[in-house]
C-alpha cells in the first residue's frame, strides 16, 4: 500500500470523521441514527459450486441512538433454478451497552425461521422447518479512518419454536471483523469467523464437534454518505473432531449494496 503523507492522511480522517457516525459504510460496528432505516441486501455464490447463489435482504430501523431492530430474509438456487428454496426469516434486536469515546460495545438477541433443505422448499413448509434463538455480544474500536469489532454469539436451534430439550442443537461463532478507509469513498472490509457444535450428542447419538472457519475480504465504495456498493471474495475451511482440515474447492464471491434514510 502507498505510504500516504501525514497531512494528506489527515485530512481523509477529517472528512471521514466529519460524518463518520451517520455513515454507512459495512462498518462492523455500524448501527442507524434514531429514526433512521437501512437495507443491506447481499448476493453470494457459495465457495464450492459458483452455480450456487444465495440473495440475502437485512432491513432495519433506529428506535433510537441505541436500540435498533431488523428482520432479514435469505433465498438461494442452485444450477440455474433447478433448485431454488426461501430459506429463512428472521427477526433481531441490538443495543448499544457501552458508547465510551472510542471504545464500543453491542448485545443482540435473535430470532430466525428456517428451512433445513437448503436449495428446495420453504420455511413455510412445517416438515422441513427449524427455529433458531440467537443471543451474542459484539465489542470493538472505531475511529474515523478504521474499526475493528470482535463477536461472540450462542445459537439454539430445534424442530419446535419452544422446545428446550436434548433435541435442540447448541452452537457457537465467533469472529473478528475490520474496515479501513482509503478515503472518504473507498474502504478495504476484512473478517473471519469460527463457528461449531457444542453438544456431545443429539437424539441420544454421539456426535462429533465438527468447526468451520469463513473468512471474507472485501472492497467497498461510498457513493455518498447514505449509499455504498462492495465486492467480496470468501473462502472456507472444515475441519473434524480429530483436527483433520478440509479446504473448500474454489472461492465464493459475492456483492453488496447498502442504503440508509
Avoid: C
Avoid at 32 to 39: D, I, Q
Wanted: hydrophobic share 40%; glycine share 10%.
Amino acid at each position: 500500500m502507498k505510504k500516504l503523507a501525514l497531512t494528506s492522511l489527515m485530512a481523509v480522517f477529517a472528512v471521514s470523521g466529519a460524518h463518520a457516525a451517520n455513515v454507512i459504510n459495512d462498518n462492523p460496528l455500524y448501527r442507524p441514527e434514531a429514526g433512521k432505516f437501512y437495507s443491506m441486501t447481499s448476493v453470494a455464490s457459495h465457495t464450492k459450486n459458483s452455480k450456487t447463489v444465495g440473495l440475502t435482504e437485512d432491513f432495519g430501523y433506529g428506535i433510537t441512538d441505541r436500540l435498533a431492530v431488523a428482520v432479514s430474509t435469505t433465498a438461494a438456487q442452485s444450477d440455474w433454478f433447478d433448485m431454488s428454496s426461501w430459506n429463512d426469516f428472521a427477526f433481531g434486536v441490538n443495543y448499544r451497552a457501552l458508547d465510551m469515546g472510542n471504545w464500543k460495545g453491542d448485545v443482540f438477541g435473535a430470532y430466525t425461521v428456517n428451512s433445513i433443505l437448503p436449495y428446495r422448499g420453504s420455511f413455510l413448509d412445517k416438515d422441513v422447518t427449524w427455529y433458531n434463538w440467537t443471543v451474542g455480544a459484539r465489542a470493538g474500536y472505531e475511529m474515523a479512518g478504521w474499526s475493528v469489532a470482535g463477536h461472540i454469539a450462542f445459537d439454539y436451534a430445534n424442530s419446535e419454536s419452544f422446545n428446550w430439550n436434548d433435541e435442540g442443537i447448541h452452537s457457537l461463532r465467533a469472529g473478528l471483523t475490520g474496515l479501513l478507509a482509503l478515503n472518504s469513498n473507498w474502504s478495504l472490509v476484512a473478517g473471519v469467523e469460527y463457528s461449531t457444535i457444542l453438544d456431545d450428542e443429539i437424539n441420544h447419538v454421539k456426535i462429533e464437534h465438527p468447526g468451520q472457519w469463513d473468512g471474507t475480504f472485501g472492497v467497498n465504495y461510498n457513493i455518498d454518505s447514505d449509499k455504498f456498493v462492495g465486492a467480496y471474495i470468501s473462502k472456507t475451511m472444515d475441519h473434524d473432531a480429530a483436527g483433520d482440515w478440509d479446504v473448500e474447492d474454489g472461492f465464493g464471491f459475492g456483492a453488496k449494496f447498502g442504503i440508509q434514510f
